[in-house]
T-cell receptor
Framework: GNSVTQMEGPVTLSEEAFLTINCTYT??????LFWYVQYPGEGLQLLLK?????DKGSNKGFEATYRKETTSFHLEKGSVQVSDSAVYFC???????????FGKGTLLTVNP | EPEVTQTPSHQVTQMGQEVILRCVPI?????FYWYRQILGQKVEFLVS????????KSEIFDDQFSVERPDGSNFTLKIRSTKLEDSAMYFC?????????????FGPGTRLTVL
């Protein structure tokens, strides 16, 4: 079945540092890949997505590239801000399944 | 901007009691979902719902669970006889279309604590 393995947290960075959160997946077929973010007290919000191999999703300075050869979808940001502090979830979906399959989530704290 | 809402934000109940978690999906969405996250673990799919019936469910979604869309706006998850291991954050989501390729919009969650 489908599965997502995500970098364990928590991750603590200083403002303007470079961020990488690793995500690898196992899936049959050709899934879509997503990064969701959860700010304190709020629901999961879609951050970015990619629907096929070599696609790059980007939003708010975050990027992730769908790498079929390494089955990865790592999240990166060149310069984090305090407002990026949140929990980040990698997820996959697609095919005949209705559901999304999530990773465990990574708590990011950015200090000023 | 339309959003998914959930009530209550926190529910505390005694083991063996019934609970109903409520969700109001985005109004033009047709597919509805429940997920849960036990503290420190992955967000897990429970069930999807379309056209007034369950379209997919996980092995977690046993006979103790049920879902309903009692009117044109609410979507509920009922747990008939809660167990300690049902303590988790429950997320409702909705989407316009039903394949996993499309974005699901999530609510803020209901934290269920079973004592």
């Amino acid at each position: 079945g489908n599965s997502v393995t995500q970098m364990e947290g928590p991750v603590t960075l200083s403002e303007e540092a470079f961020l990488t959160i690793n995500c690898t997946y196992t899936a049959t077929g050709y899934p879509s890949l997503f990064w969701y973010v959860q700010y304190p007290g709020e629901g999961l919000q879609l951050l970015l997505k990619a629907t096929k191999a070599d696609d790059k999703g980007s939003n708010k300075g975050f990027e992730a590239t769908y790498r079929k050869e390494t089955t990865s979808f790592h999240l990166e940001k060149g310069s984090v801000q305090v407002s990026d502090s949140a929990v980040y979830f990698c997820a996959l979906g697609g095919g005949s399944n209705y559901k999304l399959t999530f990773g465990k989530g990574t708590l990011l704290t950015v200090n000023p | 901007e339309p959003e998914v809402t959930q009530t209550p934000s926190h529910q505390v109940t005694q083991m063996g009691q019934e609970v109903i978690l409520r969700c109001v999906p985005i109004s033009n969405h047709l597919y509805f979902y429940w997920y849960r996250q036990i503290l420190g673990q992955k967000v897990e799919f429970l069930v999807s719902f379309y056209n007034n019936e369950i379209s997919e469910k996980s092995e977690i979604f046993d006979d103790q669970f049920s879902v309903e869309r009692p009117d044109g706006s609410n979507f509920t998850l009922k747990i008939r006889s809660t167990k300690l291991e049902d303590s988790a954050m429950y997320f409702c989501a909705s989407s316009i279309s039903g394949t996993g390729y499309n974005e699901q919009f999530f609510g803020p969650g209901t934290r269920l604590t079973v004592l």
